[in-house]
């Protein structure tokens, strides 16, 4: 799974301070935030091969934080962005410029060492969860994965089938059971998945199914359909496999990021200026809750 990348913490850290006055402005003219919206964005981040449950388990990771404290500020943040941009349109609009194509040819330049990609996996595989249970029924889990196994060697079932019978990942069921591009290096993966996992699917062969393999999460049987080595990308590369940008676009994004920083403290004190007039919201200072 791609490392995450929260634009959003390091762009309003400058608002913080009145994070609880645009709250509640932003609930007066409407503008909400929602669990399935944060989803959303980090599901973009991260590739939409991601479950859910993989993605809070990467974020509290990453954060060392737990995931209701994570989304709680992730929420805070949004709300506060959402409602300056809609408050602050005209200006925002005057102040973030484009890059040139020059310009992005000279960030790639001075920071092509950067945009590489690790040596990698792409994995299916039908999965058995162990979260939650006792001994005991990590032992009968175990068995009920070699059993598939089985199957699949002695011709009985295929393994597409078991994907749609008898995997736990609902969410790669309609994909074939695709997992995904697996890094080596990649820290979210190495935490969610464990090392020993890691190691198994990158020794695996291109030649069918394989396993059972454990994991932190459970047992896995698994297909590796593609293997890449690591490489520094071009420019019309993707940034990572699961995700359409490509490595011009990203430099496009951050150069724009960098510009909309700036722009964006301006005109969140503008807009903070404008708020202090109104009676009829209550000022608090304070900061975000990790700070």
Known sequence: MKKLTLVLLSILTVSALFADTITQAAARDGVTVTESMIMQMLRQQVGSEATDSQIRDAVSAQYKKPWDVVLKALVEQLTLQEYVKKAGAEDLKSLVSNPTDEQIQDFYNANKTKFVNSDMVRVNHIFFSTQGKTDGEIKDIK??????????????????DLVQEVSDDKNSIKNGGELGFISRDDPNTVSLLGNDFIDAVFNAPMDGAYGVFKSNQGYHIVVISEKRSARILKLTDKINPSSPATVSQYIQQNIQQQSLTQAFSQVTEKVIASLKKEATIKIIDRSIPWK
């Open 143 to 160: 068995e009920k994965a070699e059993d598939a196994m089985l199957l699949i060697k002695q011709g009985k079932k295929s393994f597409d």
